[in-house]
T-cell receptor
Framework: GQQLNQSPQSMFIQEGEDVSMNCTSS?????WLWYKQDPGEGPVLLIA?????ELTSNGRLTAQFGITRKDSFLNISASIPSDVGIYFC?????????????FGTGTRLKVLA | DTGVSQDPRHKITKRGQNVTFRCDPI?????LYWYRQTLGQGPEFLTY????????KSRLLSDRFSAERPKGSFSTLEIQRTEQGDSAMYLC?????????????FGQGTRLTVV
């Protein structure tokens, strides 16, 4: 199935550091979502973006909807151990009649205390 | 708990058996999605419903797979004659009515193991 390109694939960081990850596509999207998934659990919604150029924050998380509508990034500031997990982007395509979300390949984050 | 509920959480079955999973979406959410996730991958779209109508199906949804949402509330996903390649996490999500591009909320998933 189709998946978006996410980078980096994985990262190890020290507690307190800032984290940045991004998601790119060859297709134009009208909505971007960012999720966090813990092992054995379903994805949990972190941030939703609806407009090109939009910058939205949720606590220590900040995400932006790229102006070209083909990319998005997520920043986590001052990381803590509980930020460990897999982060997925998901985009909703601008095609008539479809409301499905296409997911990225995930960024695996490990925080070293 | 008013989130998306999936049952069972885990299912182990022998190859060739049929299995059925249930999803109860968030109340009044009119869109319901099924996704499949294998180890190390992001969720892959299978199908989605708007109310009781199944509006889109992925090519991943072979003839052995069928999904229903008979009254526009809960949904079931059935896999017939299971194969080892069907082993995966099956995720259900729902999104609210009345908005053009609403966000999707996921359940905890059903982990299927075919032995």
């Amino acid at each position: 199935g189709q998946q978006l390109n996410q980078s980096p694939q994985s990262m190890f960081i020290q507690e307190g550091e800032d984290v940045s990850m991004n998601c790119t596509s060859s297709s134009i999207f009208n909505t971007w979502l960012w999720y966090k998934q813990d092992p054995g659990e379903g994805p949990v919604l972190l941030i939703a973006l609806y407009k090109a150029g939009e910058l939205t924050s949720n606590g220590r998380l900040t995400a932006q909807f790229g102006i070209t509508r083909k990319d998005s990034f997520l920043n986590i500031s001052a990381s803590i151990p509980s930020d460990v997990g897999i982060y997925f982007c998901a985009g909703q395509l601008i095609t008539s009649g479809t409301y499905k979300y296409i997911f990225g390949t995930g960024t695996r984050l490990k925080v070293l205390a | 708990d008013t989130g998306v509920s999936q049952d069972p959480r885990h299912k182990i079955t022998k190859r060739g058996q049929n299995v059925t999973f249930r999803c109860d979406p968030i109340s009044e959410h009119n869109r319901l999605y099924w996704y499949r996730q294998t180890l190390g991958q992001g969720p892959e779209f299978l199908t989605y419903f708007q109310n009781e109508a199944q509006l889109e199906k992925s090519r991943l949804l072979s003839d052995r797979f069928s999904a229903e949402r008979p009254k526009g509330s809960f949904s079931t996903l059935e896999i017939q004659r299971t194969e080892q390649g069907d082993s995966a996490m099956y995720l259900c999500a729902s999104s609210p009515r009345g908005r053009d591009y609403p966000e999707a909320f996921f359940g905890q998933g059903t982990r299927l193991t075919v032995v």
